[in-house]
């Protein structure tokens, strides 16, 4: 399939389902709105191209070219993006539901109202990502996940194991973690103010020199 046919069936409003769009060059890709289920984009080059408003279902984005891509009011339902370059996507109230992002690159993203339900982000590079209002929910998978420099406005985490991410210089004040495992992590001289840490393991974790006023703890295990 050529980026033109493909772009043809998105403006006509057809569904893209079963299709082996894999390896293909879709750079700058106008796709916005379209349905595709169960499709191979392993490898594909989508750099620049427009998803708003499309709906992904069980498609294979493994190894994909995603770098700046709009993701405006974008779902991605039980996905495969493990992998992926995502890295300065844009585009706020993305829905990033189930999906394996193990490995894939968000570096610089423009994550403002994102919501991540039980999604995988093991090994995932969230350096630098601008996260504003952003949602992670639910078991989430963070082993080795890299959030250096990243600015955590009023991100909002729900039962997920964090001991093994890592928070070098990581703005986390106005934060929400609850239920998280921060075993041993190491918060050294970082500002934490308004960070609410409820119901959180932090055991052995560093906190010297770090800012802590408004921080909230309540039912934390700080043994």
């Known amino acids: ?12 409003g057809q569904a893209t389902e079963d299709f082996d769009i894999s390896g293909l ?32 279902t069980e498609c294979n984005l493994r190894g994909a070219k995603l770098r700046g891509i709009d993701l405006r009011h974008v779902t991605l339902n039980k996905c495969d993006l493990s992998g992926a ?31 991540l339900h039980k999604c995988r982000l093991d090994k995932a590079n969230l350096c630098d990502v601008e996260f504003d209002r952003t949602s992670i929910l639910e078991s989430v998978s963070l082993v ?43 918060f050294s001289g970082q500002d934490l103010t308004r960070t609410q840490m409820m119901e959180s393991d932090l055991s052995g974790c560093d906190l010297s020199g770090a800012t802590l006023n408004q921080i909230n703890v309540q039912a934390g295990d700080l043994r």
């Open 25 to 56: 060059d879709l750079q700058a890709a106008q796709l916005a709105g379209g349905v595709f289920e169960r499709c191979d984009f392993h490898g594909a080059d989508l750099s620049g191209a427009t998803l708003q408003e499309s709906v992904l």
């Open 85 to 115: 370059d995502l890295s300065e996507a844009v585009g706020p109230v993305a829905k990033i539901l189930d999906c394996d992002l193990t490995e894939a690159d968000l570096s610089s993203a423009s994550a403002a109202v994102w919501l």
């Open 144 to 186: 080795g996940c890299d959030l250096s420099r990243a600015n955590c406005k009023m991100l909002i985490v729900y039962e997920a194991d964090l001991s093994q991410a890592i928070f070098a210089d990581t703005k986390l004040d106005t934060s929400v973690l609850v239920r998280c495992s921060l075993a041993g992590q190491t």
């Open 1 to 12: 399939m050529l980026k033109e046919e493909l772009e043809r069936r998105v403006h006509n």
